[in-house]
C-alpha cells in the first residue's frame, strides 16, 4: 500500500489523511526524522507557515527533509503548505525560511485577512474542468521561473489573476484547501507522480 | 446562495471559510497579548494566532470593574505588528463591539466570559458576521448552543486568569463524556438527549453520528505551562488558548516556545521532559477554590 505522510507539526493534518485514506493510501502523521524515512509522499498541511516553520527546525526535521525533496519525494503543500515549498516569500516573519521544492516567490497572506477568505470557482487546467477553491488567508504564485506549470489561477483584490495552483518536478502546491472539499483530484494529482 | 453566484463571484464568510479557518489553527497555540511588542514576542515564538486585549484574565481579575472590549488603536496597533492571524474580545451579547471588530479586520472574534457580559440573556447572532467567532463552553449542550448561533469554534471555559486548570480540565472531560454518550445512543433516544441538552436536535444526531463537534475544539483557561497544554492535548483538545499564563511568567518568550513545541509533541514525555526545563517561574496563580463564586468566569454564559 502507498504510504504518504502527513507533516503532522501544526495545522489540518486530519482533512488531509481523511482525503489520503479515502483514495486508499496508508497515512503516517510526520513529527520525527524516522518517520520521514519510509514514506513513498508527503503532504504539507493547511495551518500558519511561521509556526511550521519554527516547529521543522526546533525538531531537526528541517535538513531530513530538505534531503528527500531534493531526491524527489513526491510532495503536494496546500496553503501554508504552498509556502513552505516556495524558493522565495514574500511578507513572511523575520527571519521565516522556506523549503525551496518549487522555483516561484509566493506572497503570504495575499489575498488579505479572514473578511476577505472565500470559496471561488476555478478551472483546473490540466484537464479544463471546474474547481471550488476554498481560500483561507491564501497566498498566491508571485512569479515563478520558466517550467513551473500552473494548474489555476484567481483574481485577486488587486484585480489581476495570479497563479494558486502549479506543478513543478514532482512537487504540487495550491494556495486554496482541496482537503476541505469532497474533491480529491489535487491529492489524486499527487498520488499520480509517485 | 445558488451555483451560479458561486461561479461568479467569490463567496466570503461562508461556513466552510469560518470553519475551515479553525481547522487551520489546529495543534498550534493562541497566545493573549496586550501590547505590539508582546504580540512580536509570541508570533516569534511560533504561535498561530494571538489574542488581542487590554487586559490580560489575571489582571481584570485582580483589578475588578467592567471589562469591555479593547481600544481600537490597540487593536490596530497589534494587526499591524505580526503577520499571523489576530483575535479580539467582544463582550457576551454585545454585538456592536462584534461589528466594530470586524470593522478593524481581526481575523476571529471570541466572545467571550472573560469581559463583563453585556446580555444576561442572548448571544450574539454570530450567522450575521463575516468574521467567525470562537466561544466558550463548559458541556455539550453549551458547546451546542454556540454553534446553533453561529460559533465557528469552540473552546473550554476554565477558569482564566487564575494559573489553576482544573476547571478546563472538567469542561474538556465533561464535553469528552457527553458526546461518548451520544454516539451509544440508539437513534430514537436522541430526541430526548436534544431536550435534555436543550440543544438542536440536528446537532445532536450530527454529533451522535461523528462522534465530534462539527467545528474545532480547543482549550483555554489556566494554563500555564507545557505540561498543561499537552495535558489538554491529550484529553481530545486541538489546540490551545493561553491567556495570562505567558506574560505573567518569569520568562514569557522561553515559556510561549515551549508550549509550542508541547502542543505539538503532547503525547512524548521525553519532548515534554526537555521542553519543561528551566523556563523560570510560572506565574504565581490562585486556586480556583478560593475564587468567590460571584467572581467565577466560568459561571458567565449558558
Redesign the interface.
Known amino acids: 500500500m502507498t504510504q504518504v505522510g502527513v507533516l503532522?507539526?501544526?495545522?489540518?493534518?486530519?482533512?488531509h489523511a481523511l482525503m489520503l485514506e479515502q483514495l486508499g493510501c496508508d497515512v503516517t502523521p510526520v513529527?520525527r526524522v524516522a518517520e520521514l524515512g519510509a514514506i513513498d509522499a508527503l503532504v504539507i498541511p493547511?495551518?500558519?507557515s511561521?509556526?511550521q516553520d519554527?516547529?521543522l527546525r526546533?525538531?531537526d526535521l528541517r535538513e531530513p527533509l530538505l534531503e528527500r525533496l531534493g531526491s524527489g519525494l513526491p510532495v503536494l503543500g496546500s496553503?501554508?503548505g504552498m509556502i513552505m515549498l516556495a524558493r522565495d516569500l514574500v511578507?513572511?516573519?523575520?527571519g521565516q525560511q522556506t523549503l525551496g521544492a518549487i522555483p516561484m516567490t509566493v506572497r503570504?497572506?495575499a489575498f488579505g485577512?479572514?473578511?476577505?477568505?472565500?470559496?471561488?470557482?476555478l478551472v483546473w487546467e490540466p484537464d479544463g474542468s471546474?474547481m471550488?477553491g476554498?481560500?483561507?488567508?491564501a497566498p498566491w504564485v508571485e512569479s515563478h521561473d520558466d517550467g513551473v506549470e500552473v494548474l489555476a489561477t484567481a483574481t485577486g483584490p488587486d484585480g489581476d489573476r495570479h497563479p494558486v495552483a502549479v506543478r513543478f518536478a514532482s512537487a504540487i502546491a495550491t494556495a486554496f484547501?482541496p482537503e476541505?472539499s469532497a474533491d480529491i483530484r489535487v491529492h489524486q494529482a499527487l498520488l499520480d507522480l509517485i | 446562495m445558488s451555483d451560479n453566484d458561486t461561479a461568479t463571484t467569490p463567496q466570503v464568510g461562508t461556513d466552510l471559510v469560518k470553519r475551515g479557518m479553525a481547522e487551520m489553527l489546529k495543534g498550534g497555540v493562541i497566545m493573549d497579548v496586550v501590547t505590539p511588542e508582546q504580540a512580536k514576542i509570541a508570533e516569534d515564538a511560533g504561535a498561530v494566532a494571538v489574542m488581542a486585549l487590554e487586559r490580560v484574565p489575571a489582571d481584570i481579575r485582580s483589578q475588578g470593574g467592567v471589562a469591555r472590549m479593547s481600544d481600537p488603536d490597540l487593536v490596530s496597533g497589534i494587526i499591524d505588528a505580526v503577520s499571523i492571524p489576530v483575535m479580539a474580545k467582544a463582550r457576551i451579547g454585545h454585538f456592536v463591539e462584534a461589528q466594530i471588530l470586524q470593522s478593524l479586520g481581526v481575523d476571529y472574534i471570541d466572545e467571550s466570559e472573560v469581559l463583563t457580559p453585556a446580555d444576561y440573556a442572548h448571544h450574539i447572532d454570530k450567522w450575521q458576521f463575516t468574521v467567525p467567532f470562537v466561544c466558550g463552553a463548559t458541556n455539550l449542550g453549551e458547546a451546542l448552543r454556540r454553534i446553533s448561533e453561529g460559533a465557528a469554534m469552540i473552546r473550554s471555559k476554565g477558569e482564566a486568569g487564575t494559573g489553576d486548570v482544573s476547571n478546563a480540565t472538567t469542561h474538556m472531560r465533561t464535553l469528552r463524556t457527553e458526546i461518548a454518550r451520544l454516539t451509544s445512543l440508539p437513534k430514537d433516544e436522541l430526541y430526548v438527549a436534544a431536550k435534555e441538552l436543550q440543544a438542536p436536535l440536528p446537532l445532536v444526531q450530527e454529533v451522535a453520528e461523528t462522534g465530534k463537534l462539527p467545528v474545532v475544539t480547543f482549550t483555554a483557561g489556566g494554563i500555564a505551562t507545557p505540561a498543561d497544554a499537552a495535558m489538554m492535548m491529550q484529553l481530545g483538545a486541538e489546540g490551545v488558548f493561553v491567556g495570562s499564563g505567558i506574560f505573567k511568567s518569569g520568562d514569557p518568550a522561553s515559556r510561549a516556545k515551549a508550549i509550542v513545541k508541547a502542543t505539538t509533541f503532547y503525547d512524548d514525555p521525553s519532548v515534554l521532559a526537555e521542553v519543561s526545563r528551566g523556563l523560570g517561574e510560572a506565574m504565581v496563580g490562585i486556586n480556583v477554590d478560593e475564587v468567590p463564586e460571584p467572581h467565577r468566569l466560568a459561571e458567565r454564559g449558558w
Open positions: 503532522a507539526l501544526q495545522g489540518d493534518v486530519r482533512e513529527r493547511g495551518g500558519e511561521s509556526t519554527k516547529l526546533a525538531f496553503c501554508a511578507d513572511g516573519i523575520t503570504r497572506n485577512r479572514q473578511v476577505d477568505s472565500s470559496e471561488v470557482a471546474s471550488h476554498t481560500f483561507i488567508r484547501h476541505i
